[in-house]
């Protein structure tokens, strides 16, 4: 499987960004997507994930109810439409995708995107 992000820029703080990612390859080896960040000088932090198929969504408490996961099956896309943008939110966005588990840690995840810059100035 292969994965695309795009979407990143800069952004005022309270603005909006849409992130995607598209998969290629095997994408029938997909069970789970999400969306992880890394601020510089920081860990890589998970941020949220959907299931799939189901649509099961989770997401990191300093995000919820700004942030939305989405995909599009037929497209073999994930989304991430991000709202009420703040400067802490600046970080490299990557999408990653797990074959067999739900999971926040990055260890877990099988593929990884490149990663999207958003910066959000103040």
């Known amino acids: 499987v292969q994965l695309q992000a795009s979407g990143g820029g800069l952004v005022q703080a309270g603005g909006s960004l849409r992130l995607s990612c598209a998969a290629s390859g095997h994408t029938s080896n997909i069970y789970m997507m999400a969306w992880f960040r890394q601020a510089p000088g920081q860990e890589r932090e998970f941020v949220t994930s959907?299931?799939?198929?189901?649509?099961?969504?989770y997401y990191v408490d300093s995000v919820s109810g700004r942030f939305a996961i989405s995909r599009d099956i037929a497209k073999n896309t994930m989304y991430l439409q991000m709202n009420s943008l703040k400067p802490e939110d600046t970080a490299i966005y990557f999408c990653a995708a797990d074959r067999a588990s739900a999971s926040t840690a990055s260890s877990d995840y099988d593929y990884w995107g490149r990663g999207t810059l958003v910066t959000v100035s103040s």
């Open positions: 959907i299931t799939w198929y189901s649509g099961n969504t």
